[in-house]
DNA sequence: GATTTTTTTTATCATTTGTTAAATGGTTTC
DNA sequence: GAAACCATTTAACAAATGATAAAAAAAATC
């Protein structure tokens, strides 16, 4: 998806910020199995998909839950980083070859306290987000995972195509054993 | 909580803005027991916590489920009524008597567009709310209930204290049964 | 302060989900 | 295209949680 596209879909800014805040992003490419944020670090910039699918991932114990799935115009932020300048708990790694958008987060933030548009933006951005953030939390506490697979084959279909079950499975919180008796008995 | 302090705990605001801010906020009160917010209506104010302690929940099939608890300098907020103009999907009940600071959802977004450091406030309150909402999704996925009646108790004993075991075994996705045996293993 | 009502705990049994291991199916590599 | 490797499904058993009902404890009401 284009950065104009992506942009336009938080909050139309004026053709001048929107230049302005363009002008600090630029594109990026790293290849399927490339970890690009790391657990335990602060990280300097978010980004947007333009292709490809990622997810994000920490561990409980030795074992790791993946928590996050992103794909084609969905923004790539370690909130900790992000919000706090402090340290992340998420590992993301792209599960494609990807192409990306990348921003840095010092420019941002600097471009916050100079232009209210690029500031609403940014509150919108914001805003977004802890909409996404607040759903996946409803459904995660009123829905079962057979309800919430089910969700995530109609409106996220690409994600099971794309992804392997292990990674679905731990992201909707069962086993790989439990998903699979799931996936029998829905057929 | 005053509201200063709660206005200063978001994002320090100059003293103009402050004042600007603060001249649309006024103070209610309700008594235990009231709805502050219905389910399927679009919200017009939000509100921060001056005394009292509140809950958020849904209806599922026809059994509620409590997603949030709220005290002493919390925000209450309809996400979808606040950042979308939409409907909620979820009521707001007091738990005790409370007094709360309202400020009109509609004044907010128009001082957002005339007053940078206002934007960059709200910037900052959605930013903040995005990190409690992901790290309550965290702990959600990570988490046994257990783990985290455990985190209630020791990050917010006075819930425990003041809120009615049904609501907070709901909040922690498990039966009343459940949470009864939870407490007699830890003791 | 005794009675009624509500809240919380305990007990029993059924159901669901996890664990481990083996079998099947699909991909990649030489 | 056979061999090796990885992903997914199936099976059997164990452990955890839910449902229902009854008992105990606490709170509210008169």
New interface residues.
């Given amino acids: 998806m284009l950065i104009d596209k992506i942009l336009d879909q938080i909050y139309i800014l004026p053709e001048t910020s929107k230049q302005v805040l363009k002008s600090h992003i630029s594109e990026v490419k790293f290849p399927k199995g490339h970890v690009l944020f790391k657990a335990n670090k602060t990280e300097s910039s978010i980004y947007f998909i333009k292709k490809g699918i990622v997810r994000a991932y ?1 561990y ?1 114990e030795d074992n790791e ?1 993946t ?1 996050w799935f992103g794909k084609e115009g969905d923004p790539i932020v370690s ?2 980083s ?3 300048t402090k340290k992340g ?1 998420e590992d993301v790694a792209l599960l494609e070859d990807c192409e990306l958008y990348e921003l840095k987060t010092d420019k941002l933030q600097s471009l ?2 100079e ?2 548009h690029i ?2 933006w ?2 919108k951005f ?6 996404k ?2 759903e ?3 459904a ?4 079962t995972a057979t309800d919430r697979y089910i969700a995530l084959l109609k409106n996220h279909p690409s994600i099971i195509q794309r992804v392997q079950l292990k990674h679905i499975a731990s992201y909707l ?1 069962i086993t790989q054993v439990s998903l699979s008796r799931i996936r029998a008995e829905i057929k």
């Fill in positions: 920490a409980s839950i928590f909130m900790q992000y919000v706090n708990y916050f306290l232009d209210i500031a609403n940014g509150r914001a805003e977004f987000e802890l909409i953030s607040e996946r939390l409803i995660l506490q009123f829905n919180g």
